[in-house]
């Protein structure tokens, strides 16, 4: 009894010190994937900030990351069980001997790798790098004339979940090649530069979902204020608050033509009081493709 008291007693200890590492190295991760996603969204909508390399919001936006990539978990398996439903009914359709030699043509470490490569290289250059298009919306006298189905998205955000989900299945399908491959045998030269290739687009592919996530999904709708601080809004004009950093506020202004808009940043001490009438989704605001405010 005594031995099995102490066993436990060692187990206990060691998972509380794997647990402190997993703690640290999680927030790391949090932290990173935050800086991604509140730098290129500042990017997007064209905010200068006094952001600091160190600040807690990166931390609270990689948690909003990570619940927001947990949540397009369900979306995901929506899509995916139809798929997988037709692949396995074609699969027990085929013969025995289809079986064995759809499996040794697929099961080549070369090969293999390859395709995870072309797949991986499409995927970042045709549609996850085309958010970077997206920058200074807020100032800009119109959105970038392309691509067309990534504006749309933008502005009717409905399918923005689904999306997110297809960029995740997306980047798991060379995570997938990758797993397999370090059970296959890499006997050539060729199969090996192949392996560390299709690693390094791999790595691309999940760098860029936060930050497609930052670009495409953080803070779409602004809340619209009655007033700059202590001084009242002109009639017919329109102003948001667009982000309040740790010495200004910057406010986002539309004169009452609503042919110019400018960004406006107070002192921190300047801003002692802020009356909110709603939340608008500015791009569509902005850019009159439909009715933004909710």
């Not at 102490?6 to 794997?18: F, Q, S, T, V, Y």
């Not at 996603?37 to 997007?44: E, G, N, S, Y």
């Not at 995927?123 to 085309?130: A, E």
């Not at 017919?236 to 406010?251: H, N, P």
Request: net charge positive; hydrophobic share 55%.
């Amino acid at each position: 009894m005594a031995d099995l008291l102490h066993e436990l007693n060692e187990r206990i200890k060691a998972l509380g010190g794997d647990w402190t590492k997993y703690t640290v190295v999680g927030s790391f991760l949090l932290y990173a994937v935050g800086y991604l996603a509140l730098r290129f969204h500042l990017t997007a909508i064209g905010v200068g900030t006094d952001l600091a390399v160190l600040d807690e919001r990166y931390l609270f936006t990689g948690a909003r990351f990570l619940v927001y990539l947990v949540s397009a978990v369900p979306s995901l398996v929506l899509v995916a069980l139809p798929v997988a439903a037709v692949f396995w009914a074609v699969y027990k359709l085929l013969p025995e001997a289809a079986h064995a030699g759809a499996n040794d043509w697929l099961m080549r470490p070369a090969r293999l790798a390859l395709f995870g490569i072309v797949f991986a290289v499409i995927m970042i250059q045709f549609v996850m790098r085309q958010c970077f298009v997206f920058s200074d919306l807020l100032l800009a006298r119109a959105l970038p004339p392309g691509p067309g189905w990534l504006v749309t998205l933008l502005l009717d955000d409905r399918l923005m979940p689904v999306y997110f989900s297809l960029l995740v299945a997306a980047c798991g399908v060379p995570l997938a090649i990758l797993w397999t491959l370090r059970t296959l045998e890499t006997p050539s030269g060729l199969a090996v530069f192949a392996r560390g290739l299709l690693a390094f687009l791999t790595a691309v592919q999940v760098l860029l979902l936060p930050i497609n996530y930052g670009v495409l999904i953080v803070d779409k709708a602004l809340p619209r204020v009655a007033a700059l601080g202590k001084e009242p809004l002109r009639d017919g004009e329109d102003a948001w608050l667009v982000w309040e950093g740790k010495e200004g506020v910057t406010f986002l202004v539309r004169s009452p033509d609503r042919n110019r808009r400018t960004l406006v940043t107070l002192e921190r001490a300047d801003v002692k009081r802020t009356e909110i009438l709603g939340f608008d989704r500015i791009l569509p605001t902005l850019f009159g493709t439909r009715q933004g405010s909710k």
